[in-house]
């Protein structure tokens, strides 16, 4: 029956004694590796709301709002419609895609887009409705 070979087990058992010597380092290597990744959690401010809620650099600024209880506009989702646009006062958020629908004068003067913007990161943003 196979068995899973990992690298550790694949090199210490070569018989290469240069090998066997690296087994405390290749221990390290195993346990970097075996080691979850979590994304960086930021917290964002919406309007004059009194609790900020989480928001995890893996998922958009509107998910995370919306997961939170807060009614965010949305249409689209996608950067297109412009429905969700909110104002950024303060942090950082990222994109994924090349240019979403906004100018170079809108996300200048802080618009943004919640539907297709990943926090980087902690926000103070409001919504227009
Ligand atoms: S919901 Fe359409 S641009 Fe955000």
Redesign the pocket.
């Known amino acids: 029956m196979p068995t899973k070979t990992t690298l550790a087990d694949a090199v210490s058992g070569s018989g290469d004694s240069s090998w066997q010597q690296s087994d405390s380092l290749l221990g390290k290597i195993k346990a970097v590796l075996d080691t979850p990744t979590t994304p960086p959690h930021f917290q964002a401010q919406l309007d004059s709301q009194a609790t900020p809620f989480g928001a995890s650099a893996d998922q958009t600024v509107?998910l995370s709002a919306l997961a939170a209880g807060h009614e965010l506009?949305?249409?689209?989702?996608?950067?297109?419609?412009?429905?969700?646009?909110c104002r950024l006062h303060s942090g950082r958020v990222t994109y994924r895609m090349d240019w979403?629908?906004l100018s170079a004068e809108e996300k200048a003067a802080g618009w943004f887009?919640?539907?297709?913007a990943y926090p980087a990161s902690d926000l103070c943003i409001s919504s227009i409705d």
């Open positions: 509107l506009l949305s249409s689209c989702r996608n950067g297109v419609c412009r429905t969700c646009i979403p629908g887009l919640p539907c297709v």
